[in-house]
């Protein structure tokens, strides 16, 4: 392959490493943490290797692509409207069956596809053992690639690879057999669908297949097409003779299908003998989880992240408040009496300092945060709150964009759209606001320290943050019963093992959210202070 531009695409399930992987091909810094659902929009970055330019894709983590939710219609439509060069299906290896659902599905896109069997330090320390050719083999003969996304290794392999899987060749041959019924319905449908493949750039088989699935945006396209009456009579005949014919329902049955069909290539490429089935993680959660203590657990958590961040944030606070007084009292015995020494001093100075004193508190906040993301614990405390924040018409993953709501508003608002349910999502967004965000932190400990005693600070810190949780409770509760009512979807989440947080990435997290602050918050509080001192100082004959 000459020089060129070569898209890739990274796609897998949620928590699958691939943000960490598109960090490592790219250089960049997006968010990664350990839980589902943290990239919620395509990210786009540049590398360049081997005399190829590579334009890469982050898409967002999903299980499927069949349109259930926002994640699986954007991954979904970029591979096929964007037709990226090359697939990169990222696998969390210690989940490999669960993981293998998405690339058939991936595979039946036809599009050329290369598999990273990310997190091989895990699964080789587990005992698991795969073998890469069987694996290979079964699906279409396509590239597989061992990768530790954690550890940068496996990265140079994985770019190798592209040319030598084709790159902008054609998707080696994979079509999975789903019996003599639903063979013949694919058939039957196939030539009806040639007019909306034209349109839509699908597959006319992968079309027929999501129409027997009844797939809402498939569906949808359908009727707006020039025989869409024609199209959608025959679709529901077909799918009516089918039913009768598998005596259950057709989505139902190809996705078993499927199921059956991963489970043969699981058995024949993996060996899990040595595996141990109850792990560490289990064994954790068994009291982390438990329905007893998990709660009080979580409790006591928070109240030691901000009693921390009060407590070790005010030594340094102290240091930097101190530097700013002496810092102005230096430059006003420096500086001739006049408008411009006053607005230095009381302006300028004051401004600078009343922003950067809140900085130890903003880093120790960001860093507890970041710790409980990167560990695992936050899909665990989503999961504690659910039976909880269902009473009050919250879905348990509304749980995770509230909790970001304690760093930054508008990350938390991006967030929600990992919720299905329009409703769901809806709630979320009106009561985030209500979360106590980074940039209210400064306020509440100057009324903290006006107000009460500095043995005290930290509990009633942490009773100002518990306020905006309740009261976000009960708006939830008054908006699903007034203007969102209806059901809430089932709660279902995936627990990701616990691991320990990499002190590199804890502490571009801690940094990045931070430098965040002061963009946002650091310049309306010098501009507040400014426009405090012209107020304060002008007009003088008042």
């Not at 598109?22 to 081997?50: A, D, S």
């Amino acid at each position: 392959m000459g020089k060129s531009k070569v898209t890739v695409a990274l796609v897998g399930n949620p928590n699958s490493g691939k943000t960490t992987i598109f960090n490592n091909l790219t250089g960049g810094r997006q968010h990664v943490g350990n839980y589902p659902g943290v990239t919620v929009e395509k990210k786009e970055g540049y590398r360049h290797f081997n005399g190829n330019d590579f334009v890469i894709v982050d898409l967002p983590g999903t299980y499927s692509l069949t349109a259930y939710s926002l994640e699986e219609v954007v991954t979904r439509n970029f591979i096929v409207n964007d037709k990226p060069d090359m697939v990169i299906d990222i696998l969390d290896t210690s989940n490999l069956e669960r993981n293998l659902y998405l690339t058939v599905q991936l595979l039946e896109l036809e599009r050329p596809t290369i598999l990273a069997l990310n997190m091989i330090d895990m699964a080789d320390a587990s005992g698991l053992k795969i073998d890469d050719v069987k694996l290979a083999d079964r699906l279409g003969g396509i590239a597989v690639v061992r990768t530790n996304g954690v550890g940068n290794k496996g990265m140079e392999a994985l770019l190798s690879s592209i040319p030598q899987s084709g790159g902008k060749q054609e998707q080696a041959k994979f079509r999975l057999n789903y019996g003599t019924e639903v063979e013949t319905a694919i058939q039957k449908l196939e030539p009806l669908l040639i007019t909306l493949h034209k349109k839509l750039q699908f597959p006319t088989r992968w079309l027929a297949l999501k129409v027997l699935e009844n797939d809402t945006n498939i569906m949808d396209s359908i009727k707006e097409a020039p025989d869409a009456e024609h199209i959608i009579s025959v679709c529901s005949k077909v799918k009516t003779e089918l039913i009768h014919k598998l005596g259950e329902d057709v989505e139902v049955f190809i996705a078993g299908q499927r199921y059956q069909f991963v489970g043969k290539v699981y058995q024949e490429a993996v060996d899990n003998r040595s595996v141990n089935a109850v792990t560490v993680s289990d064994k954790i959660d068994k009291v982390l989880t438990n329905r007893m203590f998990g709660l009080p657990i979580f409790f006591v958590l928070m109240w030691f992240v901000f009693n921390m961040v009060f407590t070790l944030g005010a030594i340094p606070s102290d240091w930097i408040d101190q530097g700013f007084g002496k810092l102005a009292e230096y430059v006003g015995a420096v500086m001739g009496d006049g408008p411009l020494k006053s607005l230095i001093v009381d302006g300028v100075i004051g401004g600078v300092g009343g922003v950067l004193v809140f900085i130890p508190s903003i880093l120790l906040l960001f860093l507890a945060i970041a710790i409980l993301e990167d560990s695992g614990y936050m899909a665990r405390a989503a999961f504690i709150m659910d039976k909880v924040m269902s009473r009050f018409g919250l879905h348990g993953k509304s749980f995770i964009p509230l909790l970001l709501g304690f760093g930054c508003s508008a990350t938390a608002m991006m967030g929600t759209r990992t919720l299905e349910n329009p409703r769901d999502r809806m709630v979320t967004m009106l009561v985030t606001p209500l979360m106590s965000c980074s940039a209210k932190l400064p306020v509440y400990t100057i009324l903290i320290a006006a107000f009460f005693d500095e043995q005290i600070a930290g509990n009633v810190l942490f009773s100002i943050y518990l306020l905006g949780i309740i009261l976000s409770l009960v708006m939830a509760k008054i908006f699903r019963s007034t203007l969102f009512k209806g059901e809430s979807e089932p709660f279902v989440m995936e627990l990701p093992p616990y691991r320990m947080p990499m002190a590199k990435g804890v502490i571009i997290h801690m940094w990045e959210r931070s430098v965040l602050y002061l963009k946002k918050a650091g310049t309306i509080i010098l501009a507040a202070s400014i426009l405090m001192w012209f107020l304060t100082t002008y007009p003088k004959d008042i």
